[in-house]
């Protein structure tokens, strides 16, 4: 693999956790002693990505502004890896007057425009509508393509299967992606699912089916590869399932009691992992990972003060926008 | 890509207009007139190609416009009005038909939580013009799965814009008026209001058709009967029933005006209270659920603007809050049928 390539999935994946570090700090900050969900400058329910980064980097590193990406309830390192404006997207979840949607629609419900990308709250219900992007885009004679992510949960909602039945029918040109964190909020995969991998599933749709292990960055940038080529040359959707992983809470203020492995996960962090491997390769010393830290830092933090030095949206607009 | 000038805007029907069309003819006509001057609008759905749509809402599309345009979809309603909803986002102006609007259960989600909430959510970046067209109704015994109008759970939801037509001139017109629209429009067509050749039908479901594209404007009421003792206010195949009615009690000397909301979301409120204020007297006629309803939303419309518009208490005829019976006798008990209106109007009228 190209040494810049490397350099960028690792870049991609600082600048996602230097962001969710900053939401979780500003998330937090206003709700102590005692933690009310829907008090603060960030209010509301937060579900961050910590872990997840490496599909999101890997994936999104094939895409441009002119593919569409769905993403779920747990959005924000899809929406920076596939390049939504860092200031919009943090002033949305501040919501601020100049988020992604005039703060009408909050951190679960990102639309993006300049880079197609979007997201549902509602678990599997993303797929359909990238069916469509992707339908739009082909039926243009363009070999955009549409990637549409749901966590392994999802694979067990009719949507889903609806989904990769009509993309295949149709050859439409979409990469399903499916996050399996291993957890469905507090329910394991292993009391949810029937298959020890979804990416079996994808036989029964007529379309190739891939499963990354061990939240390797570069076997996803490898398998998402081959899925966006496929779909791009008109030979139709693929599904990748990604064993990955959810480093916090379903979402902040989640005590994870349920949670039978956490004694593990601070020695599962895939961009320690990856850092380790690209300074084994020489690629990555101390000098540099302080450069590609500070460098995220730096634009995070603008993205957090444009947020918060934003103004509210006004009371008497909230009727505003319902029609076009 | 063919263009025309968008014509001017009509209101109301023209009486000089020889050629008379079923309301499904003149439905599929306001569809192909669009396809023909834009090629982004495109139709899909269960049936809507070689057979046409079952209750004939496609008829011809696909000999027409080829199956590039006019797409048989897998029965997998979720996928393929999400898939409307996607491309509409990109530009396209897709129409995704749900047979009947009694399968919503099986995809509402992608109709309530994405089709109506993206512009909102977005904060108006994004724009989903796209029409779902949907069979209502019921009276011929297909039993309480097949024969809801429902139109009042619809338009209780925030972002969707609701038209029902009635007669073939509107069916064209809210149809085209739906089509050009920006925003998400559902297109609610009775099966008894279609002139269907195997279905029992009202002569008023043909009707004269210009046969130049025109807009009815979505969210004007029209009265399609002027009266001075009371207004029924109504909508879809109950016009009909209003206006038989009507014209039997005119005999009685009886003087009935009829308003056909023709849309519910928007509501036109002033045409219905600029009636009510010069009848005194109000009957809602609605063949979807009595409770929670749109006949609630009109003795509301009136309660709060000036409950002193009324001279004796309105009275609404509806479903009452039971499923659709499969029996004749038990279903037509409970639609709103001519004899129930006649009756509700002689309340109204002695009290």
């Known amino acids: ?324 | 890509m063919t263009t025309t000038e968008t014509p001017a805007t009509t209101a109301t029907a023209p009486t000089t207009s020889a050629r008379r069309l079923t309301t499904a003819k003149a439905m599929v006509e306001g569809i192909a007139q669009e396809m023909e001057r834009d090629p982004s609008v495109f139709y899909l759905g269960e049936d809507v190609g070689a057979y046409g749509g079952i209750f004939s809402s496609t008829t011809g599309l696909l000999e027409r416009f080829g199956p590039e345009r006019v797409m048989d979809t897998p029965i997998s309603e979720s996928a393929f009005l999400g898939l409307a909803i996607g491309a509409a986002v990109e530009g396209m102006r897709p129409i995704a038909e749900l047979m009947f609007v009694d399968f919503f259960g099986v995809c509402m989600d992608q109709l309530y939580n994405h089709m109506a909430k993206i512009h909102y959510e977005s904060g108006g970046n994004v724009r989903v013009p796209m029409v779902v067209t949907t069979a209502v109704g019921g009276g011929y015994s297909d039993g309480a799965q097949h024969s809801q109008c429902l139109w009042g759970t619809f338009a209780h939801l925030p972002g969707m814009k609701i038209v029902v037509p009635s007669t073939p001139y509107d069916a064209k017109g809210l149809m085209t008026a739906a089509i050009r629209d920006d925003n998400p429009v559902v297109y609610m067509f009775h099966k008894g209001v279609m002139g269907l050749p195997w279905m029992a039908k009202n002569p008023r479901a043909t009707g004269p058709v210009p046969e130049e594209p025109y807009e009815v404007p979505i969210g004007r009421a029209a009265v399609v009967r002027e009266g001075g003792d009371a207004t029924v206010v109504t909508v879809s195949l109950s016009v009909h029933h209003a206006l038989d009615v009507a014209e039997e009690l005119a005999a009685d000397g009886i003087d009935l005006e009829v308003v056909d909301l023709r849309s519910l979301k928007p509501l036109d409120r002033e045409t219905v209270l600029a009636s009510v204020a010069k009848t005194g007297r109000l009957l809602v006629v609605d063949e979807d659920y009595l409770s929670y309803g749109l006949s609630g939303e009109i003795a509301a419309t009136v309660a709060e603007t000036d409950p002193g518009l009324l001279r004796s208490p309105m009275r609404r005829v509806a479903v009452p809050d039971v499923p659709i019976p499969y029996a004749h006798p038990l279903e037509y008990a409970v639609l709103p049928t001519r004899d129930r209106i006649r009756e509700a109007v002689h309340h109204l009228v002695r009290a």
């Open chain 1, 1 to 324: 693999m190209d040494d810049s390539v490397r350099m960028n999935l690792y870049r991609t994946m600082v600048l996602i956790r230097v962001f969710e570090e900053a939401i979780l700090r500003d998330y937090h900050a206003d709700k102590r002693p005692a933690f009310d969900i829907g008090a603060g400058l960030v209010p509301g329910e937060m579900h961050l990505s910590a872990g997840q980064e490496p599909v999101a980097a890997g994936v999104c590193a094939h895409l441009t502004a002119d593919d569409a990406v769905t993403a779920t309830h747990r959005p924000h390192h899809l929406a920076i890896a596939h390049g939504v404006d860092l200031e919009k997207l943090a002033a949305e979840i501040f919501g601020r007057e100049t988020g992604l949607g005039r703060g009408r629609g909050g951190h679960m419900h990102l639309f993006d425009p300049q880079t197609h990308f979007s997201c549902s709250g509602i678990i599997a219900e993303g797929y359909p509508p990238a069916l469509g992007q992707a339908f739009a885009f082909r039926r243009r004679g363009t070999d955009r393509i549409a990637v549409a992510v749901t966590g392994e949960g999802a694979a067990n909602q009719g949507a889903f299967h609806e989904s990769l039945n009509l993309a295949a029918l149709w050859r439409l040109p979409v990469v399903f992606v499916v996050e399996d964190n291993d957890w469905g909020i507090s329910v394991p995969r292993s009391a949810s699912t029937c298959v020890t991998s979804n990416a079996v599933r994808a036989a029964g749709y007529d379309m190739p089916g891939e499963r990354v292990e061990d939240n390797s960055v570069e076997a996803v940038y490898e398998a998402a590869g081959r899925a966006v080529a496929r779909a791009r040359a008109g030979q139709g959707p693929s599904l990748i399932e990604v064993h990955t992983l959810r480093m916090w809470g379903h979402f902040e203020g989640d005590a994870q009691a349920y949670r039978t492995d956490l004694e593990g996960v601070p020695g599962r962090d895939p961009i320690a992992t990856y850092e380790q491997a690209l300074r084994s390769a020489g690629l990555l010393d101390d000098g540099q990972v302080k450069t590609v830290n500070e460098d995220a830092v730096g634009r995070v933090e603008a993205a957090i003060d444009f947020a918060k030095n934003s103004p509210a949206p006004a009371p008497e607009t909230a009727t505003d926008y319902v029609f076009a």
